[in-house]
């Protein structure tokens, strides 16, 4: 029996009447409801109802037929809705809640704003921004099916049937017309379809004239660099290059309403004539190309910002559904108070977490299979970020809230990563001397983690880098810390729930004493590890197999070192590596903004490396393109951090000076 009845509609309704078709404003939050106690029969005569309250139910979908046609303030928080399209039954709308539906993503925003012309709000902020962003979507999208129906029609034989014409032409362009970036594919599919049934339908002219309806249409947009800018957030702004100065390493001496030293200022000092550009394989130098410098981490939204340190990013797994091929374009970076989720193809900031008096160091990504309470399993994309505070936010990336947050430490915590085997695992390092293991578990029904404590490692100095063995990640756990490189055996098997280092590495031949820096770790391949600070200006290769199997037992172990690899001559610190271990690579940023790429492929591919006897140059080193901010040329900084997506399509870096810098590769 259905829980709504005439009686409680009543009971709940306003003004105080005993006629349903007299009530305008109708409560029936928490109440359990499910999507089939949302009778259209019975609801169908609130024949002037202006706002309706479902809040803290249990919805999984709206009818659509509800029958409310003066409805103009809705509220679903804390529902599980996942789907929106029912919501065109409200053309009046003026205000809508959706917050609090962990199943609802950034493509359900848009389609709320194309099909609700009238919308003003949406979860209290302004709706109009959103509505701009689907305006140049729409257009884009409508310009390329038109095009791509054009070139459809011409390539077809006299012979094909009008109809299975009809049905290929939609299936083909959903196929093949793409725009925006991945995390708004499902809106961009769902517009196509809808763009090109209307083609069909009208023979060819409708797309032109296709807009949001009840909008008139705006003023004709520029080319596709003017709408990407215009999709922006206001606040996040977006750096102009200078083309001129792309090799240029002028010292960086900009102040604040001073002076920018000319481009042809002094030449970089401390390098020696090794190393100019020069490419082991030039014929594998990749081509990159500077496609996006973002202030997006900047206080109070300052454009004025340029001292907001960025510490840590990372790739979104390929495994999220909606996601194509086996990469992605969507990149998680921190720094300052600000977490952002960003797409690389366009600049978009998709997403962006504050939380004020924190400073985020260190991101991280999992992929949960989450059941709903029907049985549906979901894929959840679950963001990691800490730092400061120590504490560790969960953020639910795709509906774009913060679902949990654990008191990891009573320190700041210098960096996490997922287990690669457990996707509920997770390290936390702090500045406490300590490594905890934790198992964040899955939401339960409120959508709400509770994680357990697995293990605690002790360290004899501060871990820095997290990285586990590529070859046996549920054995054993490396970490580059502050006295050197470190080993931990995590396996859970074990009875000891607190554990000290099992082995400390050391780069010197011959050399029994650990206590040398180590703050960039990260494997090439299962065996190969590369790792920068014990040496000034190298980065090391060492292969840890090798390095374990002559261990014999020793809590101290020279590496089995396979290359050394030239880099900045710096004495500064803290100035990450990353691998791309599917294309052989290994990236590190500098203190002048340049990033220094190796292809180490053939030394991946030697059976048995000899002992290195001299440096191998960078394959390549991409110079910092200064760009300009506030009319100015941001002419040097530090690049803190680089990291690359799977494909090595996209190239992220981190700076010291509140910029994001994004390269493509053609």
């Known amino acids: 029996m259905s829980p709504l009845t005439p009686r409680l509609l009543m009971q709940r309704g ?69 789907d929106v399209t029912t919501l065109s039954q ?49 257009r884009e999208l409508s310009n390329r099916v038109t095009v791509y129906w054009e070139k459809f029609m011409a390539a077809l034989g006299p012979e094909q049937e009008a109809e299975k014409v009809q049905t290929d032409f939609v299936n083909s362009a959903i196929r093949d ?45 520029g080319r596709s ?18 083309p001129t100065k792309r090799v240029s390493a002028a010292p960086f001496t900009q102040v604040e309403g001073g002076q920018v030293s000319p481009p042809g200022g002094r030449e970089r000092q401390g390098a020696g004539p090794d190393l100019a550009v020069t490419p082991v394989h030039p014929q594998c130098a990749p081509q990159l190309e500077p496609l996006h410098f973002l202030q997006c981490h900047s206080r109070n939204n300052s454009p004025r910002d340029l001292e907001t340190q960025l510490w840590a990013c990372a790739f979104e797994p390929a495994c999220e559904e909606g996601h194509s091929g086996n990469t992605s374009q969507t990149v998680a970076t921190c720094g300052g108070e600000a977490v952002c989720v960003i797409d690389c193809q366009t600049g978009i900031v998709l997403h962006k977490y504050k939380s004020p008096g924190e400073e985020f160091f260190s991101v991280a990504w999992t992929t949960l ?31 774009g809230f913060c679902c949990g947050v654990i008191r990891a430490h009573k320190k700041a915590i210098a960096t996490l990563c997922f287990s690669p085997t457990h996707q509920t695992h997770l390290f936390t390092a702090s500045y406490d001397k300590r490594i905890i293991l934790w198992d964040i578990g899955v939401p339960n029904r409120d ?83 590369a790792s920068k600070g014990s040496n000034p200006g190298t980065i090391c290769l060492w292969s840890w197999r090798q390095t374990w199997a002559a261990r014999d037992g ?40 340049s990033v220094w790429i190796y292809d180490v492929q053939h ?51 981190l700076t010291d000076s509140n910029i994001v810098a994004i390269w493509k590769r053609p």
């Open 369 to 399: 299979t989450v059941v709903t309470q029907a049985g549906h399993k979901k894929q959840w994309s679950v963001l990691a970020a800490a730092g400061l505070r120590g504490l560790v936010r969960l953020l639910h990336v795709r509906a």
């Open 225 to 242: 660099r003017t709408r990407l800018a215009a999709l922006k957030r206001p606040h996040d702004a977006l750096l102009s290059v200078s």
């Open 554 to 593: 020793r809590s101290v172990v020279s590496v089995v070192i396979l290359a050394r690899l030239q880099w900045s001559p710096t004495e500064l610190a803290y100035f990450s590596l990353s691998t791309c271990p599917e294309q052989g690579l290994v990236l590190c940023g500098d203190e002048e903004g």
């Open 177 to 221: 017309v793409h725009y925006g970036p991945e995390s708004l594919q499902d809106f961009t599919q769902w517009r196509v379809r809808m763009i090109s049934e209307e083609l069909v339908a009208s023979g060819g002219t409708q797309a032109q004239d296709t807009n949001i309806p009840g909008k008139l249409p705006g003023a004709a947009a």
């Open 90 to 138: 409200f053309p009046l709308l003026e205000e809508l809640s959706l917050e609090g539906n962990p199943f609802l993503t950034v493509s359900d925003n848009l389609k709320v704003a194309f099909l609700l012309p009238n919308l003003r709000k949406v979860n209290g902020k302004d709706a109009s921004s959103t509505s701009s962003q689907v305006e140049n979507l729409n």
């Open 14 to 82: 306003r003004p105080k009447t005993d006629r349903l078709g007299k009530i305008r404003s109708l409560d029936l939050s928490g109440l359990k409801l499910l999507s089939e106690h949302l009778d259209p029969t019975l609801l169908g005569r609130l024949k002037h109802l202006q706002e309706l309250d479902l809040s803290n139910n249990q919805l999984e979908a709206l009818p659509a037929n509800l029958g409310l046609p003066h409805l103009r303030i809705l509220r679903c928080t804390n529902n599980q809705l996942g």
């Open 447 to 529: 959508y709400e983690f509770q994680a357990s404590q697995l293990l605690t490692l002790d360290s004899a100095s501060t871990p820095l880098r997290l990285c586990p063995v590529a070859s046996c990640p549920d054995t054993y756990l490396l970490a580059g810390c502050e006295g050197g490189c470190c080993c931990w055996d995590v396996r859970l098997d074990q009875p000891q729930k607190k554990r000290a280092c099992k082995v400390e590495f050391t780069f010197s031949e011959g050399s029994e004493t650990a206590g040398s820096r180590v703050d960039g770790l990260a494997f090439v391949n299962e065996d190969v590890v």
């Open 603 to 653: 030394i991946l591919k030697q059976p048995q490396p000899s002992p290195p006897t001299s440096l191998q140059a960078p394959t390549q080193i991409l110079r910092w393109p200064q760009p300009r901010a506030l009319g100015q040329l941001v002419t040097k900084t530090m690049v803190n951090t680089v990291v690359t997506n799977a494909a090595f399509t996209y190239l992220t870096a």
